[in-house]
């Protein structure tokens, strides 16, 4: 399993930008976000959420637990995260290895929900 760690302080621009590019089903604090991107998506809301979640296509490409200052992308979208590193929105690592859970029970569930593995 492989994850990009975004570090950045501009979460609004990063999510949108991937709003942008990935558009799908959004979740903060783990409901359905039903407004438009204008009142949801700001450092203020983004700052205060535990949960964000953002699922293009059954695959989800960006999210955090614990605030934002976790926010991490699917492997998958490694070349637009260079992208935006590029354009100094944000910096990031990248977290090689293999998954230490095993391929069976429900960690491994939750994780495969999670990471799209």
Same mark, same amino acid.
């Given at each position: 399993?492989?994850?990009?760690?975004?570090?950045?302080?501009?979460?609004?621009?990063?999510?949108?930008?991937?709003? /942008?590019?990935?558009?799908?089903?959004?979740?903060?604090?783990?409901?359905?976000?039903? /407004?438009?991107?204008?009142?949801?998506?700001?450092?203020?809301?983004?700052?205060?959420?535990?949960?964000?979640?953002?699922?293009?296509?059954?695959?989800?490409?960006?999210? !955090?637990?614990?605030?934002?200052?976790?926010?991490?992308?699917? /492997?998958?979208?490694?070349? !637009?995260?260079?992208?935006?590193?590029? /354009?100094?929105?944000?910096? !990031?690592?990248?977290?090689?290895?293999?998954?230490?859970?095993?391929?069976?029970?429900?960690?491994?569930?939750?994780?495969?929900?999670? !990471?799209?593995?």
């Amino acid at each position: 399993m492989v994850l990009v760690w975004l570090h950045t302080k501009r979460y609004s621009a990063v999510v949108r930008k991937f709003l /942008e590019r990935y558009p799908g089903h959004v979740e903060v604090d783990r409901k359905p976000v039903h /407004e438009p991107v204008e009142a949801w998506c700001t450092n203020n809301r983004l700052y205060r959420a535990v949960n964000f979640s953002l699922v293009h296509n059954g695959l989800e490409v960006l999210g !955090f637990h614990d605030g934002p200052s976790n926010m991490w992308a699917h /492997e998958s979208a490694t070349p !637009f995260v260079e992208q935006l590193a590029r /354009e100094r929105l944000l910096r !990031f690592t990248v977290a090689r290895g293999p998954s230490p859970l095993p391929r069976t029970g429900i960690f491994h569930q939750v994780i495969r929900r999670l !990471f799209g593995t």
